[in-house]
Every structure is written in structure tokens, then in C-alpha cells.
């Protein structure tokens, strides 16, 4: 845990077949960073961000997790991916489990292992786990205010409460990195403020996020680095001011005409 | 109809005052039994050749186990159950020196059975569960056994229920082929009946009708179970 590195991604290369997506990256995150990503369609954005808590395994190269490569094969992934919140586009909330068990589900999975680890898996401990997890749970609820959907299925809340409820789905586990996937992209417009919200909420906290996104008022807001990537390579990478007031590179100037009207 | 009358009360004598309602009870046990362990058994199997099936298949050993798995399917469906349930009894278990009661032997073959014809229908409910439930679980640690046990079989299962459904209604009238090796079923039971007095006509009817009548509860008993399942969808 030397200088404050979250994720060092070194060399790192990703290919579907021969479709090669991610062509050599490096990059470090650092604690406390809001790292936004931009970038055309198809130049790699999700997969670059699904290869840093390995949901896609990396092809060649290291991410190098809190000091550990985590694209290492021999490593156990899982209890990495607990300290890495993911969001997805699609909210990817089980369908099955209502929002208070969407959120328990990871942290009690978490608890009882750890109990049986140490021998104390019982009655007892197992409800106080449940008691500690339910609070957490309530309070991360009631501070997006959807504490009284805490029983309601992921089908009965717009697309704006599903995408809130992910998020907290993934701080009920306490990550130390948060991994977003143009989180608002399949909203309604009208609920993208309130997604936006609960991410900027959370960068005001400290929290080290990544952020593929498309909301460039977001970008110039919150982030404290933006990284363009083109063609499964990082084509530019500066402050917000570096990258929209003064971009160096022709594609970075053509994609951001494109993008702000 | 006077014949018929008098065809029934022979019928009615043999079985309630000469005590053939007995293997009807028996055979009646018997059959449900055989079908819902089966049903059981082969939901176990079924889960675990599908989940195998649908693991990506970067690794050659899950090449090989998916090989395997195709191998076992093809064998249980490419047969009828009523050949393996011979083959079981008179061949297998005592070239191997066991003996069990026949009914267990049609327990474990109505397993195995099933468990391929459920193997299919359940990789098709995983393969219907939209692939970011999985993401989602595994993105917070779930591994992929738990993901694919807590989050995604449920769902599979929800939507197979149906096709479940029809697979245990096959399983209850596939049942009438365990007297084949010696089972007491409702076939053998109304068959002694009718044994007794060269008379069959009444006694296949009742047959027919306690078959009728089981289904249509066990159809009934399905639909409420889907209505119940359903309340993630509202
Ligand atoms: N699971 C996958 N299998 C095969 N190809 C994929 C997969 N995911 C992404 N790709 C390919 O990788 C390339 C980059 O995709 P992606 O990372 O989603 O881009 P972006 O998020 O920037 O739009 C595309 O050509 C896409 O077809
Ligand atoms: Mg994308």
C-alpha cells in the first residue's frame, strides 16, 4: 500500500478471438482520484473497465489491485471483486430479491464466510451479522431516499431507483474503488440528475471512482482526471480543463466536437 | 346395462370387501413416490450437467465434461425407460451384486432419466436469465457456484416451471411400466383385479379415471406454485 495506488494497470492487453480491443494500457489510479473515461463507441471503454476487477480476464499485461495482480489466474478473484464496486448500464440487480435482500445479499455472503473462518458461526452471530448488515443496508438506503422500497422488487422502481439501488448494492460492501459503466445511459433523461446526484454525493466522500461516461457536465464537475481512449489505447489523459479546453490530439478534437453541441 | 351393472359390483367386491384397494393404495404410493424422488433426483442431475454445459468453454476439461454430459444425455433420451429400467434390474445391478427392492430401482432409473430430459430444460432457463444477473452477482464477489446458485437458477427455475411441470405429469404415466420388474403400480393393481374375474373393462376404466384425477391435481398444484413464484414480476 506504498504511495496511495489504488490500480496499476501495466501493459495490459484484452482480445475476443481476433478482435483485438485493448492494445497495451498503463495507467494508475490513485486514492481519492475521480477518474472519467471518454471515448467513441467500440474503442474499448467497458472492457478497459470490466479488465480492472476482472470481470473480463485480461489477454496479456497486469492489474495490480492494493499491490496484488489480480489478473493472475492463481489469485481468488472474489475477494478482490468485494473491495470493487462495479455499476452497470443495465442496473443488473437481481430480479429475484427485493431491494433490502439486493443489498444484504454480498455483505452476509462476506460475514459468514468470515464467521466460519473463525469458528464462530452460530445462532447468535449469525444474527447479529444480519442486524449489522439490515442497518447499514436501511441507513445507505434512507440516504437515497428509497428506504420505503426496501421490500419492493427491482421490476416495480424506475430505471433512475434501480441504477440508485445498484450503487448502494455496492457500497453496502464497503469497496475502495467504484467502477461505473455509463451508469446513466439507459435512463429517461428526466432521471439522470438523480443518478448523478448519488455519484457526485460520493466523490464529495472521497470515494476513488472510474467513470465511463458521456455526461461531459459530469465530467468537467467531478472529474479530477480525464483519460480519452480511442482504438484500445489511451490517446489522451489530462485534467478536465486539459482535455476540453485544450486537446492535443486530432481524434480527441474530433470526438469532442461531436459530443458537445 | 344390467351387465354393466353387474360388472361393476363384481369389480366393487373385489376391490373394497376382497381387499383390492390395498395395491391400489400401494400402487398409488408407489407411483408418486417413484415420480417426485425421480422428479428430485433428476432436478439435481439436471442442474448440475446444465450449469456444466453453459460454463464458457475456454478450458479443455470443460470441453471434455461437456462431451461427457452430451454423451449421458444422449444415452437416457435415446432409450425408453422402460429398457432402462431392465437393463438396471436385470443386468447392471447384479453383474455389479446388488440387489435393491424394485421400487428403489425405478427411483434411482426415473432419476437418472429425468435428470437428462431436465438437463435440457434447465440450460435453457439458465441460458434465458439475462447474463448481467451473473455479472452483477460475480461484480460483487460472488463466485461463480454461489452467483449461479443464489441468483440464477432461481430464476432459471421460475421460468422453466412450466416445462418442470410437464416433465413430472410424464413422470407420473411413465410409472406404469414398473411392474415390468415387479413394482406394484396402479397398472399391476387394477391388472390383478381383473384377474380375478376375466374382467377388465371396469377396472382399466378406474384406472384411467385415478390417473385423470391425479394429474389434474398435480396441474392444479403447478399453477398455484407459478402464481406464487411470480411475484418478482409485478
Ligand atoms: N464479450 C465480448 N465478446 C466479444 N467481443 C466483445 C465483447 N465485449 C466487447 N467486445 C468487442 O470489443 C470492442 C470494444 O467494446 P467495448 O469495450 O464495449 O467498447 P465501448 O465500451 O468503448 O463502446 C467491440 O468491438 C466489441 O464488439
Ligand atoms: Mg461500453
Known amino acids: ?20 480491443v485493448l492494445k497495451g494500457i498503463d495507467a494508475v489510479i490513485t486514492k481519492g482520484e475521480k477518474v472519467v473515461i471518454l471515448g467513441p463507441s467500440g474503442s474499448g471503454k467497458s472492457t478497459f473497465l470490466r479488465c480492472l476487477n476482472c470481470m473480463e480476464d485480461p489477454t496479456g499485461g497486469s492489474v495490480i489491485f492494493n499491490g496484488v495482480d489480480i489478473a493472475d489466474p492463481k489469485v481468488d478473484i472474489n475477494v478482490h471483486r468485494q473491495k470493487m464496486g462495479m455499476v452497470f448500464q443495465h442496473f443488473n440487480l437481481f430480479a429475484n430479491k427485493t431491494v433490502i435482500e439486493n443489498i444484504m445479499m454480498a455483505p452476509i455472503y462476506v460475514g459468514k464466510k468470515k464467521l466460519k473462518k473463525e469458528k464462530n458461526y452460530n445462532k447468535a452471530s449469525k444474527k447479529a451479522l444480519k442486524e449489522s448488515v439490515y442497518a447499514k443496508a436501511m441507513e445507505l438506503l434512507k ?18 431507483q434501480k441504477q440508485r439501488v445498484a450503487i448502494v448494492r455496492a457500497l453496502c460492501m464497503e469497496p475502495e474503488v467504484m467502477l461505473f459503466d455509463e451508469p ?29 461516461t458521456h455526461e461531459m457536465g459530469f465530467a468537467r464537475e467531478v472529474a479530477s482526471r ?25 481524434r480527441l478534437k474530433s470526438f469532442l466536437s461531436k459530443v458537445i453541441i | 346395462m344390467g ?24 400402487g398409488l404410493q408407489n407411483t408418486m413416490t417413484i415420480a417426485v424422488v425421480g422428479l428430485l433426483v433428476g432436478i439435481v442431475i ?11 468453454k475456454y478450458k479443455r476439461i470443460v470441453r471434455m465434461l461437456d462431451s461427457v454430459c452430451k454423451f449421458y444425455v444422449g444415452l437416457f433420451r435415446g432409450t425408453p425407460m422402460v429398457v432402462q429400467l431392465l437393463v438396471f434390474y436385470y443386468v447392471l445391478l447384479p453383474l455389479m451384486g446388488l440387489r435393491f427392492p424394485s421400487v428403489v430401482v425405478a427411483m434411482i432409473v426415473f432419476g437418472l432419466n429425468s435428470g437428462a430430459y431436465i438437463s435440457e430444460i434447465m440450460r435453457a432457463g439458465i441460458l434465458s436469465v439475462d447474463p448481467g444477473q451473473l455479472e452483477g452477482a460475480r461484480s460483487v464477489g460472488f463466485s461463480y457456484s454461489a452467483a449461479m446458485i443464489k441468483v440464477v437458477i432461481p430464476q432459471a427455475i421460475k421460468n422453466i416451471l412450466p416445462t418442470l411441470g410437464n416433465e413430472f405429469i410424464a413422470l407420473v404415466k411413465e410409472t406404469s411400466v414398473v411392474s415390468f420388474v415387479g413394482a406394484m403400480d396402479l397398472y399391476l393393481a387394477f391388472q390383478r383385479i381383473g384377474a380375478g374375474t376375466y374382467e377388465f373393462m371396469i377396472p382399466y376404466l378406474a384406472m384411467a379415471v385415478i390417473y385423470i384425477v391425479v394429474i389434474c391435481l398435480i396441474t392444479i398444484g403447478i399453477k398455484i406454485m407459478e402464481r406464487s413464484l411470480r411475484k418478482g414480476d409485478r
Open chain 1, 143 to 160: 440516504k437515497i431516499g428509497l428506504e420505503e422500497k426496501a421490500d419492493a422488487y427491482p421490476s416495480q422502481l424506475s430505471g433512475g
Open chain 2, 46 to 56: 439436471g442442474t448440475l450437467i446444465a450449469t456444466a454445459r453453459v460454463l464458457p
Open chain 2, 3 to 26: 351387465n354393466f351393472s353387474f360388472r361393476f359390483e363384481t369389480f366393487w367386491d373385489i376391490l373394497v370387501n376382497k381387499g383390492g384397494y390395498r395395491d391400489v393404495i400401494t
Open chain 1, 226 to 250: 480525464v483519460v480519452f481512449m480511442d482504438e484500445g489505447v489511451i490517446e489522451e489523459d489530462g485534467t478536465p480543463e486539459e482535455i476540453f479546453d485544450n486537446p492535443k490530439s486530432e
Open chain 1, 184 to 212: 446513466t445511459s439507459a435512463l429517461d433523461p428526466e432521471m439522470v440528475g438523480e443518478v448523478l446526484e448519488v455519484m457526485k454525493n460520493l466523490a464529495a466522500q472521497g470515494m476513488t471512482m472510474v467513470v465511463v
Open chain 1, 1 to 20: 500500500m506504498t504511495d496511495n495506488k489504488v490500480i496499476e494497470v501495466k501493459g495490459l492487453h484484452k482480445s475476443f478471438g481476433d478482435n483485438h
